[in-house]
């Protein structure tokens, strides 16, 4: 990408969508240059990739695992800051480009006024069931690893996001 700035595509479902700021911040952090071509939706993206229209893609790993166990697409890399059950053998791009981390977060929300004794009984109860060996089964069978946390934790990571996905949208824009 380095050697060949402008020149590299990208497939990405629509502009703000996951995995079109993926690529926008491997760009931000690698300091490269990759175009990142829009379709309807990760299905069509997916096709232009495996047709050759685009030369990648950053994608969950449940559009295009099928793909990556048929041969027609090779992994590699995930976006976790570490290496993914999902898609094991396969490296994180932060092993090679540290700090890089994207992770879609599904998270359980109150009202603001919730009383923090049903709040912490109701994270108890979450977390003790995604801590199941037979729920993380099924969430692993259709794409996601599941992470318990504490509500802490959870606004940490939303307010980190804020900030860092601002930056990101804030430069991607200009």
């Known amino acids: 990408a380095k050697a060949r700035p402008g020149e590299l595509n990208y497939a990405a ?36 990739l495996m047709g ?47 700090g890089y981390e994207f992770v879609t977060t599904y998270a359980i929300f109150a009202p603001a006024r919730t009383p923090a004794a049903i709040i912490s009984r109701l994270n108890r109860e979450v977390v003790r069931a995604l801590d199941q060996a037979d729920v993380k089964e099924k969430f692993l069978n259709v794409g996601v690893e599941t992470v318990g946390s504490s509500p802490e934790q959870l606004a940490a990571t939303v307010e980190s996001d804020m900030v860092k996905w601002g930056k990101i949208i804030g430069s991607s824009a200009r």
């Open 13 to 48: 479902a629509e502009p703000g969508s996951a995995n079109q700021l993926t690529g926008e911040l491997l760009k931000a952090m690698a300091g490269v240059n990759i175009v990142a071509i829009t379709y309807k939706g990760a299905g069509p993206g997916v096709i232009a």
């Open 52 to 98: 050759g229209q685009v030369q990648l893609m950053f994608s969950s790993a449940a559009s295009v695992t099928p793909h990556i166990k048929s041969g027609r697409l090779r992994a590699l890399a995930v976006s976790s800051a570490m290496p993914s059950a999902l898609l094991p053998g396969v490296p994180a791009v932060a092993a090679t480009l540290p």
